[in-house]
């Protein structure tokens, strides 16, 4: 059974940078996608990057241009470089795989890792 596992989260100030890592117990490029979600205290969770098994990457408005998603296959992580964090960054991330097969859709998850922006 692949599992996941996030790292690299902390406290960090406003316009500081941190750089999460979602590690596979498998080879990551196994899933056909890989998502970074977030969820802040108290509200619902949210999707926040996404690449695909060919690269592609998509992001949520609210972190584009701030935020970079990369996979390093030969280490199985993806990492999602984060710059210009704000107090409103401050969630739980969580990293998901997928695996999309002719008899559905599976999906791995994390269990999250917390980014604080803070003064």
């Known amino acids: 059974q692949v599992q996941l596992a996030e790292s690299g989260g902390g406290l960090v100030q406003p316009g500081g940078s941190l750089r999460l890592s979602c590690s596979s117990s498998g080879r990551i490029n196994r899933f056909d996608e890989v998502d970074w979600y977030r969820q802040p205290p108290g509200k619902e969770r949210e999707w926040v990057s996404r690449?695909?098994?060919?690269?592609?990457?998509e992001y949520a408005n609210s972190v584009k241009g701030r935020f970079t998603i990369s996979r390093d296959d030969a280490e199985n992580i993806v990492y999602l470089q984060m710059n210009g964090l704000k107090p409103d960054d401050t969630a739980v991330y969580l990293c998901s795989g997928r695996k999309h097969t002719i008899e559905g859709t599976t999906s791995w998850w994390g269990q999250g890792t917390q980014v604080t922006v803070s003064s």
């Open positions: 690449i695909t098994n060919m690269d592609f990457t």
